[in-house]
């Protein structure tokens, strides 16, 4: 037993290192994508105190004499929609909605997913098939199909929007932490923990998940910006948000018969969609960098 020690307190890993911020802020684009979410994170949060205007309120002034939309000015910094209420502040406020529905669905979706990957990669057996056969099924149709299907048969709200994209966003974490738990439930410090009779939580919890904790980490930052992107997707279609809670699909959805005469209608919910997506997808690249271990040393 002594001999075994050793190696299994060798085999602790420490998921985030002291140095791994320090690592992450030496990376330009990293520093870049955290300046830009914290920026989206903080209109998002402060939305009360820095929005100009109340989103859904409709202004006389709001409309030309033709009833067409105001473009930007110093009154309206970003113009206005198809009612007259300020653009500027309904993409202050969407932000709140694209936040809330990319973290909470992508952490639902995260967790769901890791529990089923630990469970199949560490048990095998009649778990292992069961839990893979049905994420496979469940990948076999295309996310955005499913994701109606589902928005279809509920009323469409944002806690709704969000369950209905968590149930089509866990397969890729679930196949990742799958693949990563099986190839760790056959290594020497594991099963020197079985010989030495340790129990099944105490290996998950002490061996297995804390090796699972930076992939984890990274997909499931990398995972928000495809939840901002599916969110914005139903949206656009009619079949997310509705109105007149704000979101930047359904901005882009209300506003899309203007998009020739009054294009900032759709130009500036565009780019909001793309910058958060762009910085939550520049973070967890550099996340992978900064915890990988077989990605140190390289440029």
Same mark, same amino acid.
Request: proline share 6%; aromatic share 10%.
């Given at each position: %037993? ?5 190696? *299994? !307190? ?28 914290? %920026? ?24 030309? @004499? /033709? $009833?067409?939309? @105001? ?19 309904? #993409?202050?406020? $969407? ?5 809330? +529905? ?25 778990? /292992? ?8 099924? %469940? ?8 994701? +109606? ?15 209905? +994209? ?6 890729? %974490? ?5 693949? !990563?738990?099986?190839?760790?439930? !056959? ?20 061996? =297995?998940?804390?090796? @699972?904790?930076?992939?984890?980490? *990274? ?10 992107? #599916? /969110?914005?997707? @139903?949206?656009?279609?009619? +079949? ?33 969609? =793309? ?25």
């Amino acid at each position: %037993m002594s001999v075994t020690d050793p190696l *299994v !307190e060798r085999a602790e890993p420490v998921a985030v290192d002291k140095g791994a911020l320090r690592r992450l802020l030496e990376r330009k684009l990293a520093l870049f994508a955290l300046v830009l979410i914290t %920026m989206i994170v903080g209109a998002a949060l402060l939305a009360p105190l820095v929005a100009p205007f109340d989103p859904n309120e409709q202004f006389f002034d709001g409309l030309t @004499l /033709e $009833g067409a939309p @105001l473009p930007p000015g110093p009154h309206f910094w970003l113009g206005t929609d198809l009612l007259g209420r300020d653009l500027l502040s309904r #993409l202050i406020y $969407g932000a709140q909605t694209s936040l809330v +529905i990319g973290v909470v669905a992508n952490g639902v979706a995260a967790v769901f997913g890791a529990l089923v990957g630990t469970l199949a990669g560490f048990f095998r057996g009649w778990v /292992e098939t069961v839990l893979m056969r049905f994420t496979d099924l %469940m990948m076999a149709f295309p996310a955005l199909l499913l994701a +109606i299907t589902l928005a279809a048969l509920f009323r469409p709200s944002l806690w709704i929007v969000a369950m209905v +994209i968590a149930m089509v966003n866990w397969v890729q %974490m679930a196949r990742v932490v799958y693949t !990563e738990t099986r190839s760790l439930s !056959e290594r020497e410090f594991i099963t020197a923990e079985r010989s030495m009779g340790a129990s099944t939580p105490r290996i998950l919890v002490k061996h =297995i998940l804390p090796h @699972l904790l930076s992939s984890i980490l *990274v997909f499931g930052t990398l995972g928000i910006s495809t939840t901002v992107l #599916l /969110e914005a997707t @139903l949206s656009y279609l009619g +079949i997310g948000v509705q109105p007149p809670t704000p979101s930047w699909g359904n901005i882009i959805y209300e506003n899309q018969t203007y998009f020739t005469s009054a294009p900032w209608l759709v130009f500036f919910p565009g780019v909001a969609i =793309i910058a958060l997506a762009l910085g939550f997808n520049l973070l967890g690249d550099a996340l992978r960098e900064v915890l990988d271990p077989t990605q140190k040393g390289r440029h």
